[in-house]
């Protein structure tokens, strides 16, 4: 089983700030997801690395593959309450079925 | 529309019992999934189907019993309920898996053991 570690676990930070999200592994992956889950919902799609090194920006959110295809960031600028939510990275191996991390909880103060 | 739909929301059941979520997705996807997030929020894969067929067993109990009648349900029977049961059961839909496999998941089944 390919093992995703996720940092922090926790965010608490005020509307405005910038935070950093890492997903790393030992593994080797095919490409690299980030999801956004809601309260009572199910996890969403944002975005879906392929390329190592390559990055993608979607809005405030700048998410970045390493070289090595083994980890990724996901950066937020000028954090807004709406982007509360868990942030779930998730590997793709052979398989191509996404294998989840534990996820980083984030809280945006107004 | 709701594209991937998951039956009931909300389930609390005792020790023992016998009990089933449905799942059906209208996106005409070829593949489906189980996932099951616990209390610390880890979502785990537990099956997989492609096209009626069986993929994926992530070694879960022979309690749970996938069934899918068709490409569009993947249901979730689960025998003899335990304590440790007792989590958010998410079903999920996506085209034939490759390196962008985009998954669709449903609202989730609260599934309550006491």
């Known amino acids: 089983t390919q093992l995703l570690e996720q940092s922090p676990q926790f965010l608490s930070i005020q509307e405005g700030e910038n935070l950093t999200v890492y997903c790393n592994s030992s593994s080797v992956f095919s490409s690299l997801q980030w999801y956004r889950q809601e309260p009572g919902e199910g996890p969403v799609l944002l975005v879906t690395v392929v390329t190592g090194g390559e990055v993608k920006k979607l809005k405030r959110l700048t998410f970045q593959f390493g070289d090595a295809r083994k980890d990724s960031s996901l950066h937020i600028t000028a954090a807004q309450p709406g982007d509360t939510g868990l942030y779930l990275c998730a590997g793709l191996g052979g398989s191509y079925i996404p294998t989840f991390g534990r996820g980083t909880s984030l809280i945006v103060h107004p | 529309d709701t594209a991937v739909s998951q039956t009931p929301k909300y389930l609390v059941t005792q020790m023992g019992n016998d009990k089933s979520i449905k799942c059906e997705q209208n996106?005409?996807?070829?593949?489906m999934y189980w996932y099951k997030q616990d209390s610390k929020k880890f979502l785990k894969i537990m099956f997989s189907?492609?096209?009626?067929?069986?993929?994926i067993n992530e070694t879960v109990p022979n309690r749970f019993s996938p069934k899918s009648p068709d490409k569009a349900h993947l249901n979730l029977h689960i025998n003899s309920l335990e304590l440790g049961d007792s989590a958010v059961y998410f079903c999920?839909?996506?085209?034939?898996?490759?390196?962008?496999?985009?998954?669709?998941f449903g609202e989730g089944s609260w599934l309550t053991v006491v």
């Open positions: 189907y492609n096209n009626k067929e069986l993929i």
């Open positions: 996106l005409g996807h070829d593949t």
């Open positions: 999920a839909s996506s085209p034939t898996p490759d390196s962008g496999n985009t998954i669709y």
